[in-house]
Each structure stands twice: as structure tokens, then as C-alpha cells.
């Protein structure tokens, strides 16, 4: 029962660091505070997380540009209206991990905020949620790789010590049978050293007789 409730508690945790949030209130992204929206992506280094939001900003229909922010001229989105507007963003790291995404959206006189423009911020709040859950998975996506690939090294090292036991397990059984082969070669050697020391006792008596007959001449 511990083990499952620390298992629960660690579960809680990861699911909650996990989420995306985005709070609607006044950021400073170009060095002016103004209404906006504070995304909080929980995975994803800062290099990365900028490349998705340039990426999602394009489909927005924007210009993207560069600088000490993220700068998106004349978006459009049909679900805003036939207007365009421009958007400001920057991203600053989270020591827990991940980043946090400021953003503005100017429609041309007025920043975009829930008390003037409800429909309008019910529908970016939604939009910055799904940015958010995208860049996050995407960062998430190139660590997935990461370990699919430490993964098949494993595996693949795995293979190998499968195979260098099946190797040295075959020269062990090979080792075996050549000893078994030796025994039984050794068993006949032993057998032909008797017959042979017969043979050579014989030949013995034979000299020895031939010898004898040789001392007999007078």
C-alpha cells in the first residue's frame, strides 16, 4: 500500500508539472507592460521551444521576425475576425524546467484582454493553451528519440553479449567433444602400447634366439 501511494504521489507530481497553463495578465515583453497572456510550458529547452512558437506563429499567417523577442506582423485567424493583429512574444526559462511564454496581442490600438474583448481571449487563451501542449510535445517528441535510440544501443549491446555467450558456449561444447574424442584416442593408444610391448618382447626373443644361434657355431 506505501509503494502505491508513493507511486500515486510521484504520478500527481509528474502529471501536474506536466500541464500547460495560461494565465491572462499584464506582461512586459517589448520593455512596455501591457494586457496579455502568460503561458507555462512545462518540457523543452529554450532553443527549441523558440523554433515551435516562430512555427506556430507562421500559421497564424505572420511575419515573423527576430530579436530580443518574438514579433509576429499582421496574424489572422478566422476565428478572431477579419482584423489582423500583432504578436508579441517572449520566452524566459524555468529553472524547474521548460519556459514561460509572454504574450501581447495588439489589435491595432487596443490590447487584447477578457474584459473588452471576451469571445476574442476565450479563443487566443485556447490557442496559447494549444501552442503550449504542441511546443511541449514536440520537445518532449526529440527526448522520445533520444531514448528510442539509447534503447536500441542497449538492445543492440544485449544482442551482442547474447552472442559472445553462444560463442563461448559452443567452444566450450566443442572443447568438450574434442576431449571426449582425445579420451577415447588415448584409450586405443594405450591399447596399441600393449600390443606393441607384446610385439616387442617377441621380437626380443627372436634376437636373443638368432644371437644364441649365432654363438653356437664353432
Not at 506505501?2 to 507511486?7: D, G, I, T, Y
Not at 490590447?111 to 518532449?140: C, D, F, P, W
Request: hydrophobic fraction near 35%; glycine fraction near 8%.
Amino acid at each position: 500500500m506505501r509503494k502505491l501511494s508513493v507511486f500515486l504521489l510521484a504520478f500527481t507530481a509528474l502529471s501536474g508539472f506536466s500541464q500547460v497553463s495560461v494565465e491572462e495578465k499584464k506582461v512586459n515583453v517589448d520593455g512596455t507592460t501591457h494586457d496579455g497572456f502568460y503561458v507555462s510550458i512545462p518540457y523543452g529547452t529554450l532553443k527549441e521551444l523558440e523554433k515551435s512558437v516562430k512555427e506556430e506563429l507562421k500559421g497564424w499567417d505572420g511575419k515573423v521576425k527576430d530579436g530580443d523577442f518574438i514579433f509576429a506582423d499582421d496574424c489572422k485567424l478566422k476565428e478572431m475576425g477579419k482584423n489582423t493583429f500583432d504578436v508579441y512574444a517572449k520566452l524566459e526559462a524555468n529553472p524547474a524546467g521548460g519556459a514561460f511564454l509572454s504574450v501581447t496581442i495588439d489589435l491595432g490600438g487596443a490590447y487584447l484582454n477578457s474584459n473588452e474583448h471576451g469571445a476574442q481571449a476565450k479563443v487566443m487563451n485556447t490557442r496559447l493553451h494549444n501552442l503550449g501542449i504542441n511546443v511541449a510535445k514536440n520537445a518532449v517528441g526529440e527526448e522520445v528519440k533520444l531514448e528510442e535510440k539509447a534503447l536500441k544501443d542497449r538492445q543492440k549491446e544485449l544482442e551482442d553479449l547474447l552472442a559472445e555467450q553462444a560463442k563461448l558456449e559452443k567452444e566450450i561444447e566443442d572443447y568438450k567433444n574434442r576431449i571426449t574424442e582425445n579420451e577415447k584416442a588415448i584409450e586405443v593408444a594405450k591399447s596399441n602400447q600393449e600390443t606393441k610391448k607384446g610385439e616387442i618382447t617377441a621380437q626380443e626373443e627372436k634376437l636373443k634366439a638368432v644371437e644364441q644361434k649365432k654363438e653356437a657355431i664353432k
